[in-house]
């Protein structure tokens, strides 16, 4: 079992910055990638930036530019640095972890832009 525990979400003018991390717990597993998806009222879970153990990151059109994912591998934590942020980046933001064999998510964390 995996855990992952998110934060650094909150409410920010747009055109501000947010900092998201996520660590992951627990033992005897071996992480290939994390990413973060977010989900907004009404609307489907989307993909919002992904990186792999190796260090290969994927990002949505709609972030591209403004938000950078990282990670510490050695404490198994990633981070997701949101600048620029606009109104429409208001949703609920999840971390996920994914292994050869089992997929994670976090509670999720509340990102609310303003305008």
């Known amino acids: 079992q995996v855990q992952l525990v998110e934060s650094g979400g909150g409410l920010v003018q747009a055109g501000g910055s947010l900092r998201l991390s996520c660590a992951a717990s627990?033992?005897?597993?071996?992480?290939?990638?994390m990413g973060w998806y977010r989900q907004a009222p009404g609307k489907q879970r989307d993909m919002v930036a992904t990186?792999?153990?190796?260090?290969?990151?994927d990002y949505a059109d709609s972030v591209k530019g403004r938000f950078t994912i990282s990670r510490d591998n050695a404490k198994n934590t990633v981070y997701l640095q949101m600048n620029s942020l606009k109104p429409e980046d208001t949703a609920v933001y999840y971390c996920n972890a994914r292994g050869a064999f089992w997929n994670f998510w976090g509670q999720g964390t509340q990102v609310t832009v303003s305008s």
């Open positions: 990186i792999t153990s190796g260090g290969a990151t």
């Open positions: 627990g033992s005897g597993f071996t992480i290939n990638a």
